[in-house]
């Protein structure tokens, strides 16, 4: 299936991360977060497995950028509902340290096109994977026209584990696109949220920002 006219791309977070985010006016790549939890342990909830964080900081380089690993990288998804939120709804994962379930977890919505852009005005190197980006297999491409190699498909279903579903729907839906070192909070351009009560903490933390993304209660998009 061909890519959408206007894909989106969403990151996850936790929503005590908020406050930070809005105050530094940016994400910030695993490799960065690592070095600002060595000086600041009040910088929020950290969701993410232990285990693929530092493989994608030490092993897992792009092809289409050498010398730039997955984890010195923004990561998101083509789509919400991703199977990483599912292993945090089931809060079983031996690695995973978080057990909080999907309640508090945000997702930042953000335009494919625009983040291109701005990246490449901003000399930040970018790159899109057609599985997961931690996987030594994965492979990575730097070049829109080539968007078409995503498996769509896979990337929007609902369904992609259990009986004859192909292991390669749950490869494609992981595909990531990677943003170098940080990500600007400004072009965050919605929030969805999977509840009333997380509404109201995001609402809270949005009271004094510049910048307003559009605030939405989206229970499709979680388990």
Not at 2 to 26: E, M
Request: proline letters at 5%; charged letters at 20%; glycine letters at 8%.
């Amino acid at each position: 299936m061909s890519p959408p006219t206007a894909p989106k791309i969403y990151h996850i977070v936790h929503v005590d991360r908020l406050p930070s985010i809005i105050a530094d006016g940016s994400l910030w790549c695993d490799a960065e977060m690592a070095r600002r939890a060595e000086v600041n342990a009040a910088i929020g909830t950290t969701i993410g497995m232990n285990s693929i964080k530092r493989r994608r900081l030490t092993e897992r380089e792009l092809s289409s950028h050498p010398g730039l690993y997955v984890g010195q990288c923004v990561p998101f998804y083509f789509c919400p509902r991703s199977i990483m939120l599912y292993v945090i709804h089931c809060a079983n994962h031996d690695d995973l340290s978080y057990r909080g379930g999907q309640g508090p977890i945000l997702h930042l919505e953000a335009d494919l096109q625009q983040t291109a852009s701005w990246a490449d005005r901003n000399r930040r190197r970018w790159a899109f994977t057609l599985s997961n980006a931690g996987a030594s297999y994965s492979e990575d491409r730097s070049d829109l026209t080539q968007l078409g190699e995503i498996d769509w498909d896979a990337v929007r279903t609902h369904r992609w584990s259990g009986g004859g579903i192909s292991p390669a729907v749950k490869e494609g839906k992981q595909a990531e696109f990677l943003v170098e070192q940080s990500f600007p909070w400004e072009l965050v351009s919605r929030i969805g949220v999977i509840s009333q009560q997380t509404y109201e903490l995001v609402r809270t933390a949005l009271d004094k920002a510049d910048h307003q993304p559009n605030l939405e209660i989206m229970p499709g998009w979680y388990y």
